[in-house]
């Protein structure tokens, strides 16, 4: 809409440009409105001053009182406004400055504008501007709908699909055209913004929209963005509840469809992979997303509800939390420069084999960090209950479909706590968490049931409400012996002893089969745990204090212990390991200072997405996968 159909200004309020401006406003230099400047600046100037006052004219209209100032000598709508362009282009000016005061009722015209340019009458029609949301530059204003009494209107709201309600109000929808079917005198055209899996359709009768809509729809194309404006309608079609029964349809941004990777057909997850900056795109990944997003915004309601503070840990970090010495490594030394990398010297000055990370960044050997647990206790041993969320890597090289060298990890630490403390925290938070999203992602949910897993709300819903098993390692090892005594050709690991690291085969088994529920299985022989785990002192320390989460469907989600107190006997667990006590001279003195018994876990947050999703591949729970030999995008 160009500026004479905008908003209408008395046109009286315009006077020759020579009368417009106060002395002090002259100046002795060439004003913009001045005979003297250039004709392109003086008719800048006075589409500037125009647009100004139309912004002005358009917030008394608005306002409580706008009738009355529009009412007597002022003339309203849009041929004054045409009046009024038409007297600045001739070379007139507005007779005040950038600012506007309303006049009273039956006040002259001159009273809306001062010398000196007075500012707003009353902050009731300043803060009306909000309102009117007029989009203009310094030269022109922009596209205004305007009522019938040449007021503005303001913009159709935009609502996201999954909103969608039934109303009288013209709204907006934004997104991306999944479908188009065009028939003989309406057009259909499904749209999604990411909200919802569904997203909306929207019809667009031919003899109810805009000729610029009717040329839009010819260019639509699977994957094109688009913002389309009507009304929500009941829906006359059996597959949705509501449309949206449109007026206007415009492209925002093309999609040309013989080169769009996303055909209208299903492709497989390994090949959304190699194009994973658009597979969110597709229902599988955008309610994986949403699913994601509900569980991660869940996890931080609940520890918040509990009393945790939430503690970001480093990302690089001189220790390995778990003594496994599988990490990145940090470095700024030139590595194509070998010839360039510091040597390590003995006492004797004589070179070593390996490079002296002294001389690098950091002054030390620097990694990407395993876990946030040791961070975590710091505060824990001081704040009470924490809990850190945030990314981890392990540079482990596997290729199964359960692990990643980038993921994020959920770890809360508890202080004056034990074991069974953590496994009844672990256990509310995941009947919590997997609660809401049985509540807030039913549709998500459904979907995933349908294609991938067909037991998937039933097996949620019996961990959201049935108690946890929990059995000891030495009996879990019993029942697992006796079962493949059976036929040990079924299993791929058959040989299971006491000090067997149990595979994803045994773990399932016993949540699966077993006990049909999740399990907690505790009391671990120390020589597969960590170093920071506490012994047990009713075995001769043969065992500690440690635990695991079994699941159906996934095996292993959470790994959690009480943390070893004791500075002799924690002490004497890192020389065993031959970790260096002075890296961990701080972690040390936690059990120095005020030492407490402590527990936590660890939650990998990647295979509770896969676990609720019911999908097989940690690498689709994740927006870009990092795994061995691939780190695109």
């Keep these: 809409m160009n500026f004479r159909r905008a908003v209408a200004v008395d046109h009286r309020a315009v006077a020759a440009h020579g009368r417009s401006l106060s002395p002090s406003l002259r100046g002795k230099k060439t004003q913009p409105n001045d005979r003297m400047a250039p004709p392109k600046t003086r008719q800048n100037w006075t589409k500037k001053m125009a647009s100004r006052a139309c912004l002005a004219a358009a917030v008394a209209a608005g306002s409580s009182r706008g009738a009355s100032a529009f009412g007597g000598n002022f003339r309203s709508g849009a041929a004054a406004g045409g009046r009024a362009l038409s007297s600045l282009n001739s070379g007139s000016a507005l007779a005040a400055s950038s600012r506007f005061v309303a006049p009273a009722a039956g006040a002259s015209p001159s009273a809306a504008f001062g010398r000196g340019g007075i500012g707003m009458a009353s902050a009731a029609r300043a803060s009306a501007i909000d309102s009117v949301r007029l989009r203009m530059s310094s030269t022109e204003v922009g596209p ?12 159709p709201r935009r609502v996201k699909t999954v909103n969608a309600e039934v109303s009288e109000e013209l709204v907006s929808v934004k997104g991306w055209v999944r479908t188009v079917r065009k028939q003989k005198t309406l057009a259909f055209v499904e749209v999604n913004d990411g909200s919802s899996m569904s997203g909306i359709q929207c019809v667009l009768p031919f003899d109810k929209v805009d000729e610029e809509t009717l040329k839009e729809i010819d260019k639509l194309t699977t994957g094109c963005s688009v913002d ?8 006359q079609g059996g597959k949705q509840s509501v449309e949206l029964s449109a007026t206007s349809l415009r492209i925002v941004g093309t999609c040309p469809p013989e080169s769009y990777p996303l055909a209208k057909k299903r492709h497989s997850l390994e090949y959304l992979r190699t194009i ?17 997003s509900t569980l991660a915004g869940s996890i931080h309601a609940f520890f918040q509800k509990e009393g945790f503070r939430y503690v970001q840990t480093p990302l690089i970090t001189a220790s390995d939390c778990e003594g496994a010495g599988e990490m990145f490594r940090v470095t700024t030394l030139d590595v194509d420069d070998v010839a360039s990398l510091p040597r390590a010297k003995d006492e004797d000055g004589k070179e070593l084999p390996g490079v002296d990370y002294g001389e690098d960044f950091f002054g030390k050997a620097a990694f990407l960090t395993v876990s946030g647990q040791l961070g975590g206790e710091t505060h824990a041993c001081a704040l009470g209950d ?6 981890t890597f392990r540079a482990e090289n596997s290729q199964t479909a359960r692990h990643l060298a980038e993921f994020w990890m959920v770890e809360p630490e508890m202080a004056f706590a034990d074991l069974t403390s953590a496994m009844d925290n672990a256990e509310a938070m995941l009947k ?13 949910l459904t979907f995933f049931a349908k294609f991938f897993d067909k037991g998937l709300k039933e097996r949620l819903e019996k961990l959201a409400n049935k108690p946890f098993v929990r059995v000891s390692y030495r009996d879990a090892i019993k029942y697992l012996q006796e079962e493949i005594a059976k036929d040990p050709s079924k299993w791929q690991f058959p040989e299971v002893e006491f000090g067997t690291d149990l595979a994803t085969e045994h773990e399932r088994w016993l949540a699966e089969t077993k006990f049909e529920s999740a399990v907690f299985v505790y009391n671990y022989p120390k020589s597969i745990k960590a170093f920071y785990m506490r012994d047990n002192d009713e075995d001769g320390g043969e065992t500690v204090n440690a635990m695991d989460l079994l699941v159906p469907g996934v095996g292993e989600l959470v790994g959690g212990s009480q943390r070893e107190e004791r500075l002799d006997v924690l002490v004497e667990k890192m020389k065993e390991l031959d970790l260096d006590v002075d890296d961990y001279w701080w972690y040390l003195d936690l059990r120095r200072f005020g030492s407490v018994p402590h527990a936590g876990y660890g939650l990998g947050f990647e295979r509770l997405v896969t676990y609720v999703c019911g999908i097989e591949n940690i690498r689709d729970a994740i927006a870009f996968p990092r795994y061995p030999g691939n780190a695109e995008f």
């Design 432 to 444: 919590s968490v997997v609660g809401v999203a049985l509540k807030e992602c039913d549709e998500d």
């Design 276 to 292: 994973a900056h658009l597979r969110p795109r597709t229902n599988t990944l955008a309610a994986v997303s949403r699913v994601r």
């Design 144 to 155: 205004v709908e305007t009522t019938a009494s040449g007021s503005a209107a303001a913009s």
């Design 386 to 391: 924490v809990y850190t969320f945030g990314p």
């Design 228 to 235: 389309a404006t009507g009304q929500i309608v009941k829906s």
